[in-house]
């Protein structure tokens, strides 16, 4: 009785470990990506994807930025292989701005920059597309 209980014990700790190991689930909608230049360094914002118009306060959430290419190349590596995502090179037409304080613009980065995130998107499997 005991060996059975030990056994069933260290079963479900392997699908916790192996599950907790896995890459996220990708979203329906892909994702999408948002880039700014702030303070000599480069700002990602990489959000799911919804039908709605992102508010700029979520773009620019503490929680979801990634300040630096490195940091955003490994949370590239956390994504579904086949995983869409889409890079805005300016903020959506009808987002409000806040009306204080100062404001990023967002836009994308050198083409050297691009071409290094495309490279490793296309090594990840991940579907990378600029608008």
């Known amino acids: 009785m005991l060996v059975r209980k030990t056994a069933t014990v260290i079963a479900l700790l392997l699908v916790v470990l192996v599950a907790y ?28 994807g ?13 929680a979801t930025v990634i300040i630096g290419t490195s940091g955003f190349e490994s949370e ?30 967002f836009k994308h980065p050198s083409r050297k920059r691009i071409e290094r995130i495309k490279s490793l998107c296309e090594k990840l499997g991940i579907k990378l597309s600029l608008v």
């Not at 919804?50 to 503490?62: K, Q």
């Not at 590239?76 to 889409?86: E, H, N, S, T």
């Open 76 to 105: 590239l590596k956390r994504l579904p292989k086949g995983a869409d995502v889409v890079w805005q090179s300016d903020a959506p037409p009808k987002m409000k701005r806040p009306v204080s304080g100062e404001v990023m613009s």
């Open 21 to 48: 190991g896995q890459k996220r689930q990708a979203p329906m909608k892909g994702y999408q990506l948002f880039t700014w230049h702030e303070k000599g360094h480069w700002h990602y914002s990489l959000l799911p």
């Open 50 to 62: 919804t039908n709605r118009e992102r508010t700029y306060e979520e773009i620019t959430a503490p």
